[in-house]
């Protein structure tokens, strides 16, 4: 079993309940070593006195503020003790209703778990309350010298911590992005095709339908480099969608995403009734024509919509599969 990464005390009102908080995720990332080009040489971080160049042990560092003409001198220990018990309570201010918390204040999350069986009441009786009220719990605490903000909630019959920004870390976007478009107003026509392309868009939250293709590119072409082979690139990124070809595109757009062929043979509910309403709203009138895109075939598919439809259809191995083979595989599967 895993250990926590912090325990402590978890308080609401009079009630205390002794808790771990272990971590809930785990970072798939194929890691590198630095090498010397031309060599098998590691490359090795050092802590070096820029002064002198010697190497200096962990334990002869300590923590220095520069004030601007002095360093404030700070030992590990000292911000231990400017927090006294509070780096083990972790006490909830109040409940508030997720849905009230911007998704942007959230960073990490870690799972929750009562130390000790004995625990399992409180720890029980906490999480039922949560999910029937549908609040989460925001409390502060101290771990590793930094003190986090977090929000407390149920989910699926267990305890799940949030660590959030403070509000001070969240930037402006007007101080960050000199091109937003201000209070540019769409025109009525192509706000309702866009309206429609997310109807046809829509579909059921399942995260185990996407996965990292690029970790497993990654590790083919380590694969690859191993034997000799070569590794198809990547398709350059699409063009920019200028505004004099909005509305071509939107509408190129609702036709694929409402069509079988682009996705994976099955046109969903909502995919059907936007196509039809699509087919309403920009049926020819007498005096003009609108020439609908060209129906697509695997061969006129790019590598992206190909591999879309392998995963719809379940191929196996297909994120190592080159553009033909992806055509074949898909064309022998009878998609």
């Not at 990124?237 to 004099?244: D, L, N, R, V």
């Not at 509910?269 to 609108?290: Q, V």
């Amino acid at each position: 079993m895993a250990r926590p990464v912090w325990a402590g005390n978890l308080s609401f009102g009079l009630v205390s309940l002794p808790v771990g908080i272990y971590t809930a995720t785990d970072s798939h990332t194929i890691r590198f070593h630095q090498l010397q080009r031309g060599t098998s040489d590691r490359i090795r971080n050092r802590r070096v006195n820029e002064r002198t160049g010697d190497e200096v042990r962990p334990d002869d560092i300590v923590k220095g503020y520069d004030t601007g003409d002095e360093y404030v001198l700070v030992e590990p220990k000292e911000l231990d003790e400017i927090a006294p018990g509070r780096s083990r309570s972790l006490e909830i201010a109040g409940f508030v209703d997720l849905a009230e918390v911007d998704p942007i204040f959230f960073d990490r999350t870690y799972y929750l778990g009562p130390r000790g069986a004995e625990f399992g009441k409180v720890y029980s009786l906490l999480e039922q309350a949560l999910a029937k009220a549908g609040k989460a719990g925001i409390a502060t605490f101290v771990m590793r010298q930094h003190e986090y903000l977090v929000a407390l909630k149920a989910e699926n019959g267990l305890l799940t911590l949030h660590t959030l920004h403070w509000a001070d870390e969240i930037r402006d976007p007007e101080n960050e992005i000199d091109a937003l478009p201000g209070k540019a107003k769409a025109a009525e026509k192509e706000l309702k095709m866009a309206e429609q392309l997310i109807g046809a868009m829509s579909m059921d939250w399942d995260p185990e339908q996407f996965h990292d293709t690029f970790q497993e590119k990654v590790a083919a072409l380590i694969e690859a480099k191993k034997t000799g082979e070569t590794v198809e690139k990547a398709e350059p990124a699409a063009e920019p969608t200028g505004a004099i070809d909005l509305m071509e595109a939107l509408r190129a757009s609702i036709e694929r995403a409402g069509s079988p062929k682009a996705t994976g043979g099955k046109a969903t509910a909502s995919h059907r009734a936007s196509a039809s309403s699509e087919e309403a709203a920009t049926k020819p009138s007498a005096k003009k024509r609108i020439r609908s895109a060209p129906k697509e075939d695997l061969t006129g598919l790019t590598k992206a919509d190909l591999y879309r439809k392998a995963a719809a259809a379940n191929l196996p191995g297909r994120s190592h599969m080159s553009r033909d083979d992806l055509v074949e595989a898909l064309t022998s599967a009878g998609t």
